[in-house]
C-alpha cells in the first residue's frame, strides 16, 4: 500500500482499499455476465422469429421469452390473442414484467450496485462515488415497487409450466418427451424457485406477522419460502442463465439447425 494513500486515509481525504486479494474478480464477472444477458435478451425479443418450434419440426416449444403469447402475431404456443392491434415483436410486450421483476430485486441490487455503480465495488473497498444518498429518492426510491413486482411476476411460472406440459405433445394426438420439453420443465421450475425464494414475497406471505402462533397457515407458507429464500442468489444466477439458453435451444430447433433428441 502506498505511503501517500495511507496518509490521504489517515487525514480523512479518502479511505485506502486495504484488501490485496482477487476482489475485483466477482463484480468483474457479474459485470460481464448480466450485461451479456442484457444484450441477448434485447436481441431476442426484438427478433421475432424462430422463437416457436412449431408442426415443421415436429415439436411444440414457445420460447419464455414470448410466453404467455397474448398477442395475434404469435405463431403458437398458448395463444390467447387478447392484444390484436400491437404490431411489433410479442416478446416486447412480456418484458416489462420480467425486467422489473429481475431489476428492483434485493439480491440483484447489490449485485448491479456492486459490479456497475462500483457502489461500493466489494466488502472494504472505497465506494467509487463521493456522497451517497441511498434509495430515498428518485430514481432509487422506485425500487419500492419490489413487492408490487412479485404479485405480477408470480403468473409466469405457471404458464411457463403449462407450455412445458404444451411440449409433451407431439403432433396427431401423440405425447412424448423430448430433450426440450426437459429444458422447458426445468426452466419453469427455476423462476418457481426463483421467485419463491423472493424476499419481499416471503414477507408478504407470513414474514410481516408479528407473532406467528396467530398465522399457523402463512408461519407454514413463511417456512417453505425460507427455504427457497437462503438460496436467493442461486435460484436468481441460474434462473437467469437458463432462460437464455432455452431461448437459445429453442431458436436452433426452430431454425432447424439442430434436432431435438426425443426420449420415448
Ligand atoms: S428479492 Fe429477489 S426476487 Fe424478490
Redesign the pocket.
Known sequence: MAVGTLEAERRGTRPANLRVDWWWLQPAITFVVLLGFVVYSTWTVFTPHDFYAGPSVGRHYLSPYYSPCITNRCKGGTTWNLVSWWPFSAGILMMPFPIL?RAT????RKAYYRSFWLSPPACAVPDAHGSYTGESRFPLILQNL?RFA?YLIIPFPIILLWEAIKGLEFGSGHWGLGLGSIILFVNAFLLGF??L?????RHICGGHLNAFSKGPVRYWVWKQMTRFNLH?MGW?WTSLVFVAWTDIYIRLVASGVIHDPRLF
Open positions: 421483476f430485486c434485493y439480491y440483484y419490489h412479485f426463483y421467485t425464494g423472493c424476499h419481499a414475497g436467493h436468481a
